[in-house]
């Protein structure tokens, strides 16, 4: 009803340039009229924006899961993620998607788009769910917090915020918790959470920690297919990709070669499951670990290196670490196959992953739930991966 205005406006030369006239949201400060087409028409010092609003949520009856994926490190997060991913479609409660945790919240879209996600189930951001859902049905003052406890510790607290990073979680969104909610089952007992915790008076269900066990569960591996780049890191990884190794093949490799890792990896010799270890585990056949799988030796990284490359021909090598790359010594090792060696280091790890992603193999460490990332992204999309010590 009012495009004639937009039209007479354009004639007449009152909409000129193209800064003019485009996409633009609400300023809450300007009013905006609705046109029919659902956009709105506001009024900026003088001149006309057309913009297509914020389309507003409906309310889920079925209900909503919330939780902090605040374990450890990014590969940590998103094995517990992709379990909280799971718990929410089996519950059948819509899932609001939590920022990744680093030195600050970062909005899961930020990393990850939001569509692959909703042909799989029902998400939301947390972000929209706290400004256009939780003030009606989930206001302050009827803020639930649901934590688990062992059915013989009738003591047990509930820290919803209680230390770092839970607490700057969630004063970050805001979020404050008024009651808490203890429960004694597991995440796979779905029946057990239908019948205890009903949406109708069980509106939310915030959980301090992914309702998520880690190791992730085999059985969630596959749902990595929904996790897709968005171009914020896809853009600059393979930009990074064409610049160096300009369409040729590369061979990726991921270590944990520092002292935190070598502590941790002391006693895991004969052990069946550490971290991650499952990722590779689960096709030993009934061996236990090794302590070359967990920090495996510069010999045994240079061995099985110089053998992914003879076995594909790449002249690459891209490194991923927290610690030492290793180039010189590599480059050494394969200066007769005339190779090179790459190492980033960028100031988001989220490119070394993407990086490892695209390789011609990649070969990682067996306990690490980094590597897992990078093996669960390539297995989706049938690319080869090996393990450092498992031959």
């Excluded at 030195?103 to 939301?124: A, G, I």
């Excluded at 061996?287 to 070359?292: C, D, I, N, V």
Aim: hydrophobic share 40%.
């Amino acid at each position: 009803m009012y495009l004639w205005l937009v039209a007479a406006l354009l004639f007449a030369g009152e909409l000129s340039g193209e800064s003019e006239l485009e996409a633009a949201e609400t300023n809450p400060e300007v009013p905006g009229v609705v046109l029919d087409n659902g956009a709105e028409v506001f009024g900026v010092e003088g001149a006309l924006k057309v913009g297509v609003a914020k389309p507003r949520l409906e309310w889920d009856p079925n209900g909503y899961v919330l939780f902090c994926p605040c374990m450890g490190r990014f590969g940590n997060q998103a094995e517990h993620f992709l379990g909280g991913l799971a718990f929410a479609k089996a519950v059948n409660r819509t899932l609001a998607l939590p920022p990744w945790r680093t030195d600050r919240n970062v909005p899961f879209s930020e990393w990850f788009k939001v569509e692959p996600l909703q042909t799989y189930h029902r998400v939301v951001s947390m972000e929209d769910f706290l400004e256009q859902l939780a003030p009606v049905h989930w206001p302050p003052g009827r803020r639930k917090g649901y934590c688990w406890r062992n059915r013989r510790d009738t003591n047990a607290r509930c820290g919803m915020k209680e230390g770092n990073p839970f607490g700057p979680f969630w004063d970050h969104l805001g979020v404050d918790f008024d009651e808490f909610v203890f429960y004694e089952f597991t995440y796979q007992q779905t029946e057990a959470w239908t019948k205890e915790f009903p949406p109708s008076s069980h509106p939310v269900l915030a959980f301090k920690g992914a309702p998520a066990s880690f190791p992730m569960k085999a059985e969630h591996r596959q749902l990595q297919e929904f996790l897709q780049w968005t171009p914020t890191i896809a853009a600059p990884g393979q930009d990074f990709i064409q610049t160096t190794f300009q369409g040729r093949p590369y061979i990726g490799i991921h270590l944990r070669n520092g002292p935190d890792f070598e502590r941790a990896c002391v006693n895991v010799e004969g052990t069946s499951s550490f971290m991650a270890s499952p990722q590779c585990t689960d096709i030993m056949a009934g061996r236990t670990l090794s302590h070359k799988m967990c920090f495996p030796s510069r010999e045994e990284i240079l061995r099985k290196t110089k053998n992914a490359i003879l076995a594909t021909r790449a002249k690459f090598v891209f490194v991923a670490t927290d610690n030492d790359p290793l180039v010189e010594e590599l480059e050494q090792h394969l200066k007769s196959l005339k190779v090179k060696v790459h190492h980033l280091n960028p100031h988001l790890p989220q490119l070394d992953l993407y990086i490892l992603g695209q390789a011609q193999h990649f070969i990682g460490n067996c306990v690490s739930s980094f590597t897992s990332f990078v093996k669960r992204e390539r297995d989706v999309h049938n690319r080869t991966s090996s393990f450092w010590g498992l031959d």
